[in-house]
């Protein structure tokens, strides 16, 4: 069940390219400026403008290499790479803005969880509460390679090291400070209650933590959980943890499916499953007219790379789609990468046979998400259905160019969503969750979350 706004996010990387091959090439795109950070600056205070929930940033550790067994296509074609921490931009955006939260991507395979848990509460303290964590599990061998191990961890034990990390979290984040520890009590000289602080005292396989987290609680203490798992395991990963999920799926048949199972999932475990917010991921592309829109889509569609988007979902997949011809049918295969995205063209959408030519005409403009073209009216006609209909929670909106579409939706889409009464004009809430959940104090995660039980 969707709150009374539609919740919008602004899906995004530190790089040339994100999910959107070849937009680079494209007249006026700024990809470029990713280096600079009055790009960035301009680029939080359009989404605040438009009344965004966060800024969500994608990240990924190593370089595509899958496609033809080299990395020399997304080096060339900046597939991902050149690409630079997100994390490090939040301090700067979140200055200039007083409102719009950031999510931020981070691997629990390949950092720590004490460490992880430090720096996720500094950026949660000096926003104020408006940090997210996007929790992935990592899928490219040359991220295992570059970062010590001999080869990559497979796909379910990743998992099995993600619940661990979460519990290590949580335990420090929720149950290490009392919220009343810090006293600052200047005639005793007593600044924080040593006896409302304590140890976690974890040993687990991959993680021993005994002692007390290093950071006094911050607003949210436990930052706005993002995840977007798709195999069966991610998926009950997610049910388990997510406040937020991203659905990454290219059909409304297999974003029904998908929201409906996880909730059922949240369910089985004790949540309540109408407390988790939904966002597909959509390609916005509008003009002043339709017309417009459509010359825009075809130009954006022109400059898409063939070949480079087939790099981008080699790696996605652990697929080299290099070996297989363009009107080969896209099979159901089980890999060690990201499961979700060869079953978002298979087992979710099994009315429809992909060919690999498709597959890579479709995933040109956003990867695995729709496209939606056409003047204020119509896209927010489209979005409007599917937040009503489909019943999902809001949009991660994607880019076709940097920040075109970006400035396109704000200026053009968001009026019209806001004259409907389904974007909000203010925002409610001091913190990122009070604003996702639309409900002043709620700062803290739900009563029913596993981190609070």
């Known amino acids: 069940m969707t709150g009374e706004r539609m919740h919008l996010n602004l899906f995004t990387m530190n790089a040339v390219e994100h999910v959107t091959t070849g937009d680079w090439q494209t007249p006026g795109d700024q990809s470029h400026r990713y280096t600079d950070m009055e790009y960035w600056l301009d680029v939080a205070r359009t989404a605040e403008r438009g009344g965004f929930d966060a800024v969500f940033f994608a990240d990924v ?45 981070r691997s629990t395979t390949y950092v720590h969880p004490y460490q992880l848990a430090r720096e996720l509460s500094t950026l949660d303290h000096i926003t104020d509460g408006r940090v997210a964590f996007n929790i992935v599990t990592s899928y490219l061998e040359s991220a295992a390679r570059n970062l010590g191990l001999d080869e990559r961890m497979d796909h379910d034990e990743r998992y099995d090291r ?74 009950d990963f997610a049910a388990d943890n997510a406040e937020a999920v991203f659905v990454s799926q290219p059909t409304e048949e297999g974003v029904r499916s998908y929201v409906e199972d996880l909730r059922e999932r949240a369910a089985s475990k004790g949540r309540d499953p109408d407390d988790l917010k939904f966002f597909p991921g959509v390609v916005p592309i509008v003009g002043e007219t339709e017309e417009i829109a459509q010359q825009k889509y075809e130009t954006y569609a022109e400059n898409v790379d063939y070949e480079a988007t087939l790099a981008l979902l080699a790696g996605f997949t652990d697929i080299d789609f290099s070996e297989l ?23 979710n959408d099994p009315d429809r046979d992909w060919t690999v030519g498709e597959v890579a005409e479709f995933a040109g403009l956003g990867s695995t998400s729709p496209i939606v073209v056409g003047d204020p009216e119509q896209v927010a006609d489209e979005l409007q259905y599917w937040f009503e209909d489909v019943g999902v929670d809001g949009f991660n909106v994607k880019e076709a160019v940097r920040p075109g579409t970006l400035r396109d939706f704000v200026d053009m889409v968001v009026p019209v969503l806001r004259e409907r009464g389904l974007v909000r004009e203010e925002y409610e809430g001091e913190t990122l969750r009070e604003n996702l959940f639309e409900e002043e104090g709620r700062t803290r995660l739900a009563e029913d979350h596993p981190a609070r039980q």
């Open 61 to 105: 550790r190593g370089v595509y290499d899958v496609y033809g067994g080299s990395r020399e296509t997304a080096i060339e074609k900046a597939v991902q790479t050149p690409a630079n921490d997100p994390q490090a931009l939040v301090p700067a955006m979140a200055a200039v803005t007083d409102h719009l939260g950031f999510a931020v991507t």
């Open 162 to 235: 993600a619940d661990e990390f979460m519990d290590v979290s949580y335990r420090l984040w929720e149950e290490s400070w009392d919220g009343d520890s810090v006293i600052r009590d200047k005639e005793r000289g007593v600044y924080t209650d040593p006896e409302k602080v304590r140890g976690v005292d974890f040993e687990g396989e991959y993680f021993t933590v005994p002692d007390p987290h290093s950071c006094e609680p911050s607003p949210q203490r436990t930052p706005v959980l993002y995840q977007a798992g798709s195999s069966d395991r991610g998926r």
């Open 325 to 347: 011809d363009p009107d080969q049918k896209v099979e159901h295969i089980e890999t060690e990468a990201i499961q979700g995205v060869i079953n978002a063209f298979t087992k």
